[in-house]
C-alpha cells in the first residue's frame, strides 16, 4: 500500500498520467472518432461503397494507384538524387561542395505548392483555358503530360522532398569510416567498387528511409496533385477524400482517410522491417574522418550538374514566383510590369478587381492569423513534447507509461495532414457533451497542429536530453537541489537549444503546411495556405505567387533568426 501511494505520489508520475491523456485527446480520440464515424447507423455502407460498388473505381482505386504511383516515383527519384548531392558534398573532392550542401536543404523549408505554382509559371499550356505560362506565352507548345498530371506532379514533390533523402544519407556517408575505404584501395579496387561494395551497403539503412520518407511525403501529399491533377482530373487519395468532405459526402470521406493512413503505415512498417536484425555498423571504437575521392576529370561535370540541381531547385522557383508577381498579364513578358499585385486597391481592369496582397484586409488577417497559428502550434507542441520526452528520461522502468508515450507521440507521423485533418472534424465537428462543436474555431486548429508536430517536438527534445549525462543531475542532488530546482537550473538550460530548434521546426512546418488545415479553415480562419490554394485554383496567379513568397521569407526569416539565437548562447555563456 505505501509502495502504491508513493509510486502514484510521485509528481513525475502525474506529469506521466497527464502526457498519456493529452496524447489520448490529441491523438487516439480523433483515430477513433473517424473510424466510429464510418461505423454509425446508415454510414457502415460508406465501406461497401467505397471497396465494392459500381463508385469504387473512381472513389477508391484509381485514386489509390494514382497515389502509389506518385509515392513510387517521389521515394525513387527523391532517394537517388539526395544520395548523389550527399556523395557528392561528404566523400568527392568536388569544389563548391559547402555551397551546394547549403542550397541542397532550401527546398524542403519552402512550401511543397511552391515549386508546383513555379512549375504552372513556366509550363501551363492552353488546354484549361486561362493565363498561359512563360513557354506558351512565347509561343512555345507545352505538351499536355509536361504541363498537367502525373509527371509534373511527381517533378515538383521531388524538388521538394529529395532533401530530406539528402540530410538522411549524407549523415550516414558522413559515419564511413576512411580506414574502410583506405583498406579498399589499398586491395586495388575500383573507384566505382568502392562506392557499390563499401559506401553502398554501409548507408543502406539511410537510403532505405530516405525513400520511406520521400514515399510518404509524396503519398499524403494534397497542394501539388491539388494544383497540378485536380485540373485535369488526375485525382489522388489526398484529393479525392478531400473532395468529398468538402461536398458533404463525409462517411465516404472518412474511409478514404482511413484507407490513407493505412497506406502510409503499412509502407513506413514495412521498410522498418527491411532492415531489422541486419548489422550496418560503420561506427568502431577508432575514429577516422570520411575519406574523401578524387574524382579526377569529373570533378567540373558533377560539380555542374550538382550546381544545376540545387539552383533549379532552390533558387529559380523563387525567381520564378517573384518575376512573375510583377508582370501586368500572367506568363506575358511583354505585358508591361506592375506593383499591383502587391500594393494595388481594387482595379476592375486587373484581375477582376482583387486587390494587392498587402491591400487586402483579409490576407492581412490571414498573415496575422498564420503567424499566430504558427506560434501556438509551436509552444504547445514545444511543452507536449518536451515533456513526454522528460517523462521517458525519468521514468526508464516504467515501461507502460514509456511505451504508451512514445507510442502516441510517434503515431501523428504515420497519418498524412488531410487524413489527420478530416479525423478532427469527425471528433470535435459536432458538440461532445459539455464541449461545443470546435469546426470553424481557430482552436481545432491549434489542436490538429499540436498533434501533428508533437513527433517532431518530442523526438528533438528526447535528443537534446539525451546528450544531457545523468551525472549532473547526480551532481545537483548531491548539492542539494530539489526535483523541480533541478529541472529548471539544469535539464531545460542544457536542452534548450535542441527544443528551440524542434520549436522553430515546428513553427516553419505549420505556416507551410497545407494539407492538414485545407479541412479545417473557414471564412473565419483564414490561413496564407489556403489562400494561396484558393487563388491558385481560381486562376489568380499573381496573387497565389505573391502569398506564397510571403510564406517563403517568414519562414527563412525564423530559421535565421534560430541560427543566430543559438550562435549567441555560448558566447553570454562564456562571459
Not at 502504491?4 to 497527464?18: E, I
Not at 544520395?83 to 568527392?92: D, G, K, Y
Not at 496573387?543 to 543566430?564: D, K, W, Y
Amino acid at each position: 500500500m505505501r509502495r502504491a501511494l508513493r509510486v502514484f505520489g510521485s509528481p513525475t508520475r502525474w506529469v506521466a498520467l497527464a502526457v498519456v491523456g493529452i496524447l489520448v485527446m490529441l491523438v487516439a480520440l480523433p483515430l477513433g472518432g473517424l473510424v466510429a464515424a464510418t461505423l454509425d447507423g446508415e454510414r457502415i455502407t460508406s465501406w461497401s461503397d467505397v471497396f465494392a460498388s459500381p463508385m469504387s473505381r473512381n472513389l477508391l482505386w484509381e485514386p489509390l494507384g494514382n497515389t502509389l504511383l506518385i509515392g513510387l516515383g517521389t521515394g525513387l527519384l527523391s532517394t537517388v538524387l539526395g544520395a548523389f548531392l550527399a556523395w557528392i558534398v561528404v566523400l568527392s573532392d568536388v569544389p563548391g561542395r559547402r555551397v551546394i550542401g547549403a542550397l541542397a536543404v532550401v527546398p524542403f523549408a519552402l512550401p511543397s505548392f511552391a515549386i508546383s505554382l513555379a512549375w504552372e509559371t513556366i509550363f501551363r499550356n492552353d488546354r484549361l483555358g486561362g493565363s498561359p505560362g512563360l513557354l506558351a506565352g512565347l509561343g512555345i507548345d507545352v505538351p499536355d503530360a509536361i504541363a498537367w498530371g502525373p509527371l509534373p506532379i511527381v517533378l515538383s514533390l521531388v524538388a521538394h522532398y529529395f532533401s530530406l533523402a539528402f540530410v538522411v544519407v549524407a549523415a550516414a556517408l558522413a559515419n564511413v569510416g576512411g580506414d574502410l575505404v583506405a583498406a579498399a584501395e589499398l586491395t586495388g579496387a575500383s573507384r566505382a567498387r568502392v562506392a557499390v561494395r563499401i559506401a553502398l551497403p554501409a548507408v543502406a539503412p539511410a537510403l532505405t528511409s530516405g525513400f520511406l520518407l520521400a514515399f510518404a511525403e509524396g503519398v499524403s501529399n494534397f497542394a501539388v496533385p491539388a494544383v497540378l491533377g485536380l485540373p485535369v482530373r488526375f485525382p489522388t487519395l489526398s484529393t479525392r477524400l478531400y473532395g468529398a468532405i468538402s461536398t458533404g459526402d463525409t462517411a465516404r470521406g472518412y474511409v478514404l482517410s482511413i484507407v490513407l493512413v493505412v497506406v502510409a503505415a503499412l509502407v513506413l512498417w514495412v521498410g522498418s522491417r527491411a532492415t531489422r536484425g541486419r548489422s550496418f555498423a560503420t561506427i568502431t571504437g577508432k575514429a577516422t574522418r570520411a575519406r574523401t575521392i578524387a574524382t579526377g576529370p569529373w570533378r567540373w561535370p558533377l560539380a555542374l550538374a550538382a550546381g544545376a540541381l540545387v539552383v533549379s531547385t532552390a533558387i529559380v522557383p523563387g525567381i520564378v514566383l517573384a518575376v512573375s508577381t510583377f508582370l501586368r498579364r500572367s506568363g506575358r513578358l511583354d505585358g508591361g510590369a506592375t506593383l499591383h499585385y502587391w500594393i494595388g486597391g481594387s482595379d476592375p481592369s486587373i484581375s477582376q478587381g482583387v486587390r494587392g496582397v498587402f491591400a487586402d484586409p483579409v490576407v492581412v488577417g490571414a498573415i496575422g492569423g498564420t503567424l499566430a497559428l504558427g506560434l501556438t502550434v509551436a509552444a504547445g507542441a514545444t511543452v507536449l513534447g518536451f515533456a513526454a520526452a522528460l517523462v521517458l528520461r525519468m521514468l526508464p522502468r516504467a515501461r507502460v507509461i514509456g511505451a504508451s508515450v512514445g507510442f502516441l507521440a510517434y503515431v501523428p507521423f504515420l497519418i498524412p495532414g488531410v487524413a489527420l485533418g478530416a479525423a478532427f472534424i469527425a471528433q470535435f465537428g459536432t458538440p461532445v457533451g459539455p464541449f461545443p462543436a470546435l469546426y470553424g474555431t481557430f482552436a481545432i486548429l491549434v489542436l490538429a497542429g499540436i498533434a501533428a508536430s508533437v513527433p517532431f517536438a518530442f523526438q528533438t527534445s528526447r535528443a537534446a536530453l539525451g546528450q544531457i549525462s545523468p551525472e549532473l543531475e547526480e551532481a545537483g542532488v548531491v548539492a542539494g537541489i530539489r526535483g523541480p530546482a533541478r529541472l529548471l537550473r539544469i535539464l531545460v538550460p542544457l536542452a534548450s537549444r535542441g527544443v528551440t530548434g524542434g520549436g522553430v521546426l515546428v513553427f516553419v512546418t505549420m505556416i507551410r503546411d497545407l494539407s492538414l488545415v485545407v479541412l479545417l479553415v473557414t471564412p473565419a480562419t483564414p490561413l496564407l495556405s489556403t489562400l494561396t490554394f484558393r487563388y491558385a485554383s481560381e486562376g489568380f496567379t499573381q496573387h497565389a505567387n505573391a502569398i506564397t513568397l510571403v510564406i517563403a521569407a517568414i519562414s527563412v526569416a525564423a530559421t535565421l533568426l534560430a541560427r543566430r539565437l543559438e550562435a549567441a548562447r555560448p558566447s553570454r555563456s562564456r562571459s
